[in-house]
């Protein structure tokens, strides 16, 4: 389906009207079995909810095609799928090259547990190719990156990135929940594999929780399907299918995130308790030109950093009305969050500690003139 555009696979990659009901929607299969006709006569190859369901299957034929890659798992939370991609790769005694800003949970997760069954990391600025090239050993088997970062918003040069990788032999990972498929597309780019949180702007309303792996390397994800059924961090139908109602939607509302970003990123910029504003599609992020190579927009993410320290990002987050104060990102509604004492705390003291004065927009498809008004009376002009 790879040959058709983004909008008509995301509306129809996946699933057919059913031949039985016509039903345009994938119906929600409830089943946690299914009758065979004679032992091991699988009907439609489904056997059992963990190994097997035809809801999820919907959902992991959507997800390939808008990263235009052959093979999908899900997972039941972006970590999940994370902790999958990290335990196929990687034995004790491997190392994995991590960006210095990486999401807090894929940092906890490799330093806290993997460190435990021997495996080493370093992290490195995403954004310097030199660097990440410098932190290669020779037991590096994977280069895991995020692009852009959260929450500072860091690109990596992705094609760049994909030929040190594969030149000391490692595979390159990346982490594509910001940017989404509509805006970036890695396997395309070069990486071997790219790993979501559908939490975010997949799922896209904030009312559902999931992971997936992509890949085009049909070994990998033999791995990936093995671990999935084995370990059995799968979706449930429902999850499944409100997740793949989220993605037909995803053009439009990443269009609607990126012009309503955009605008209140502008705006910030000229606004005198800011000190700084972080946003890949501003010229003077070291990251922009990179980022206009390899992305489509720039996202609905903006961080900005204030005069006045902790105690004036505490307050900016408190103040807001239509941002809503909470962590996550990516859904139809603006949030506003602080990174140091929110998704980042596990990070205090490490490398990858934030700065205190940085506030996190996950920037919602609402009125624009709405939500410049509510940062306005938020931040006091
Ligand atoms: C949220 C997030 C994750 C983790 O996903 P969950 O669905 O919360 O488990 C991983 N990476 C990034 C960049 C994220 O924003």
Redesign the pocket.
């Known amino acids: 389906m790879t040959e058709l555009g983004f909008s008509t696979r995301a509306v129809h990659a996946g699933f057919e009207p059913d031949p039985r009901t016509g039903a345009v929607n994938v119906p929600i299969y409830a089943s946690s079995t299914f009758a065979q006709d004679g032992v091991g006569g699988l009907r439609d190859g489904y056997e059992y909810g963990r190994t097997g369901n035809p809801t999820r299957s919907v959902l992991e034929a959507n997800l390939a095609a808008l990263e235009s890659g052959r093979h999908c798992r899900a997972f039941a ?6 902790d999958c991609a990290l335990r196929a790769i990687l034995r004790p005694g491997d190392h994995v090259v991590i960006p210095d800003d990486a ?1 807090g ?2 940092f906890r997760l490799i330093d806290k547990v993997f460190s435990q069954w021997g495996v080493e990391h370093s992290p490195a600025h995403v954004f310097d190719v030199d660097a990440m090239r410098a932190a290669i050993r020779p037991n590096t088997k994977l280069l895991w990156i ?1 692009t852009p970062t ?1 929450p500072l918003l860091s690109i990596g040069d992705i094609p760049a990135l994909a030929d040190i990788a594969h030149a000391a032999g490692a595979k390159l990972v990346v ?1 594509n ?2 940017a989404t498929p509509y805006l970036q597309q890695p396997l395309l780019l070069g990486a071997d594999i790219v ?1 979501h ?4 702007y997949l799922g896209g309303h904030s009312d559902v ?3 997936a792996l992509i890949t085009d390397d049909a070994d990998l994800d033999a791995a990936f399907g093995f671990l999935q059924n084995g370990a059995g961090a799968v979706p449930g139908p429902f999850d499944a299918y409100l997740t793949v109602r989220g993605t037909k939607t995803l053009a439009l509302r990443m269009e609607r995130h990126c012009d309503n970003a955009e605008t209140i990123a502008d705006y910030l910029t000229r606004h005198p308790a800011v000190s700084q504003v972080i946003y890949p599609g501003l010229p003077e992020h070291p990251g922009h030109v990179v980022a206009d190579k390899q992305m489509r927009r720039f996202g609905g993410m903006i961080s900005v950093r204030l005069h006045g320290g902790r105690e004036a990002a505490h307050e900016f987050c408190s103040r807001t009305k239509i941002f809503t104060l909470a962590e ?3 859904g139809v509604e603006s949030l506003i969050e602080h990174p140091g004492a929110m998704t980042h705390a596990s990070t205090e003291g490490s490398v990858l500690e934030v700065p205190a004065d940085l506030v996190r927009l996950s920037v919602g498809i609402e009125d624009v003139s709405d939500l410049l008004a509510d940062v306005e009376k938020a931040l006091g002009s």
């Open positions: 939370s972006g970590m999940a799928a994370t999401y949970g894929t995020e959260n982490d929940t910001f790993t949180s559908t939490t975010k929780v999931g992971g996550s990102l990516g």
